[in-house]
Nanobody, 124 residues
Framework: QVRLVESGGGLVQAGGSLRLSCAAS????????MGWFRQALGKEREFVAA????????NYADSMKGRFTISRDNAKNEIYLQINSLKPEDTAVYYC?????????????????RGQGTQVTVSS
């Protein structure tokens, strides 16, 4: 099993930045692609970004390109999401996810594990 724990969320003013972290533990050797999703209150969960095991391939939702940057540190078993120029509409619970598929594709869906999430609230 794999456990994912997100951190780094909080209350921030519009225009600010945040760096979210996701730490993986357990059977981390089985983890390949990892990703970030978010879910705003009353809305469906949406894909934000994903990254391959090596970090060499990334994938972003079209609406997330430019302000969001996903990265990975396999030595620490962590991934990160840097969010710049935060907007009130970025307010959501941000989740990280991990895939055990050896295809190692930074996909927008189909993950095997998900964390509990970290709340990001952006004030106007």
């Amino acid at each position: 099993q794999v456990r994912l724990v997100e951190s780094g969320g909080g209350l921030v003013q519009a225009g600010g930045s945040l760096r979210l972290s996701c730490a993986a533990s357990g059977r981390t050797v089985s983890i390949y692609a990892m990703g970030w999703f978010r879910q705003a209150l009353g809305k469906e969960r949406e894909f934000v970004a994903a990254i391959s095991k090596s970090g060499g391939r990334t994938n972003y939702a079209d609406s997330m390109k430019g302000r969001f940057t996903i990265s990975r540190d396999n030595a620490k078993n962590e991934i990160y999401l840097q969010i710049n120029s935060l907007k009130p509409e970025d307010t959501a619970v941000y989740y990280c996810a991990a895939s055990s598929s050896i295809l190692d594709v930074p996909m927008a869906s189909g993950y095997d594990y998900r964390g509990q999430g970290t709340q990001v609230t952006v004030s106007s």
